[in-house]
């Protein structure tokens, strides 16, 4: 696995409803021991992860930042973890531009950023910045 983002949501989404949408775009369920969802295309992967019925736990100052970004509280949380293989960061986006349809969404590159939708929908596929730069 090359890199991982989160998506957070301002909408409950309950795991089963995320997975649904994965296989919704050809994707799998529970695909292995480890992961909750995988969408491919061709050798690009993305691996998904849902959050239990119990939040996860995150810093006061990220939850205020997705807050800001949001217009609502966090809700929810889905964890993505992208394969290095070129072209991955575009499957990525797709699974968030099809999320986005459905809840309120912002996304969290685990490098200090958070970027809403429309951010990204501002930049070429390949320079989105889920590995933490911009390439």
Do not use: C
Not at 109 to 119: A, I, M
């Amino acid at each position: 696995m090359g890199h991982e983002v989160l998506l957070i949501f301002a909408d409950p989404v309950h795991p089963e409803e995320f997975l649904d949408l994965v296989e919704e775009l050809g994707g799998v369920r529970r695909p292995d021991q480890w992961t909750n969802g995988r969408l491919s295309r061709g050798d690009r992967h993305v691996w998904v992860t849902v959050a239990p019925d119990s939040a996860p736990e995150f810093e006061p100052d990220d939850l205020v930042e997705y807050e800001k970004k949001l217009g609502a509280p966090m809700l929810a949380s889905v964890e993505l973890s992208i394969s290095s293989t070129e072209g991955s960061d575009a499957v990525a986006m797709e699974l968030i531009e099809a999320a986005a349809r459905r809840w309120r969404t912002v996304v969290d590159n685990d490098h200090g950023e958070v970027f809403s939708v429309d951010e990204l929908r501002g930049i070429p596929p390949e320079r989105l910045p889920f590995a933490g730069r911009r390439r």
